[in-house]
């Protein structure tokens, strides 16, 4: 019996992580979670992307998963309070809250939330995403989104910020062309692939992302089956767009801020046009530090 007191198997050997209420679902819209070391980019594609899904036409809900709580600032251009400093606010009476107490709207539409987290060392974010999808579907706010992006702390694989990969559909990871981001990278797979015994999440690929060559990446995704499904070059441009508070749809026109905007529309079509899941392998981290010898 797992901690939640269900039947269901644990996430793979010895896991303790609590499993997903089947009355949280989300159901109907297309959910994405996205992973990676920390400070490699993954909030600034989280955030193009959302805008690149919206120039498509899509209804966009972007989640950040981070006590950080900065995820959505450049679609917002402003810190939102998180759902847990709001139902705090309440006493966690969560039937006081109105929408606008928590959710904001951003560029070209995206719906922005900030889950937040709880205070260091005093809780769990698996709680944190739980009570985040439960408010929101408290407030019928998942009827009318056609696209969820989760965007989750780190490179950490804890059952409490795994937690998204059991809402999502597809999950990405984003890594550089450095041996730190390609490490971070084995072990996300490894978590993703304990989620997809239980949840219907499938790895989707990697995000190659602040990297002039992928030769790294590629030369490991041949090794253990994963797909590169986008590359953004290290560009001065994304930097600037961050300090800006803005995404790179707002930035000046320049060929490689053109070049860069092309890119993530591109992606954002194929993840909704969906890709068929690869089943990567990781490797054990003595093979990992073998494999990856760089000169």
């Keep these: 019996m797992t901690l939640d007191g269900s039947d269901s198997p644990p996430d793979g050997d010895g896991s303790v992580q609590v499993a997903l209420d089947p009355d949280d679902k989300i159901q109907g819209a297309k959910v994405f979670a996205v992973y990676g070391k920390g400070g490699i980019g993954k909030s600034t594609t989280s955030s193009n992307l959302s805008a690149a899904f919206s120039k498509l036409g899509h209804r966009v809900l972007q989640i ?12 917002t251009k402003k810190m939102m309070p998180t759902v847990i400093d709001v139902l705090e606010s309440v006493d966690f009476h969560s039937e006081e809250l109105r929408v606008e107490d928590f959710m904001f709207e951003g560029y070209n539409g995206v719906m922005c939330v900030e889950a937040g ?7 769990c974010g698996g709680y944190v995403v739980g009570q985040t999808v439960k408010l929101l579907k408290q407030h019928h706010l998942l009827e ?5 992006i989760f965007d989750v702390l780190g490179d950490v694989v804890c059952g409490g910020f795994a937690a ?10 984003v890594a550089a062309n450095d041996f730190d981001s390609i490490f971070a990278m084995n072990r996300i797979v490894a978590a993703i692939n304990a989620k997809a015994k239980n949840y219907n999440v499938r790895l989707a690929g990697v995000v190659a992302n602040r990297s002039a060559e992928t030769d790294e990446i590629d030369r490991f995704s041949d090794a253990i089956g994963m797909r590169r499904l ?8 994304i930097r ?6 803005c995404t790179l749809f707002e930035m000046e026109d320049s060929p490689e801020v053109e070049q860069a905007r092309q890119e993530y529309m591109k992606l954002a079509r194929t993840l909704w046009e969906g890709v068929d899941p690869v089943a990567a392998r990781p ?13």
């Design 64 to 75: 950040g998963c981070d006590p950080k709580h900065d995820s959505t600032f450049t679609l």
């Design 117 to 123: 987290g709880p205070p260091a060392g005093t809780g």
């Design 144 to 148: 009318d989104t056609d696209v969820v």
């Design 164 to 173: 998204p990969l059991q809402h999502a559909d597809s999950a990405v990871v």
């Design 230 to 237: 986008a590359h953004f070059k290290d560009l001065d441009a």
């Design 240 to 245: 600037r767009s961050r300090l800006k508070k």
């Design 283 to 295: 490797m054990k981290d003595r093979d990992i530090f073998e494999f990856l010898g760089f000169e």
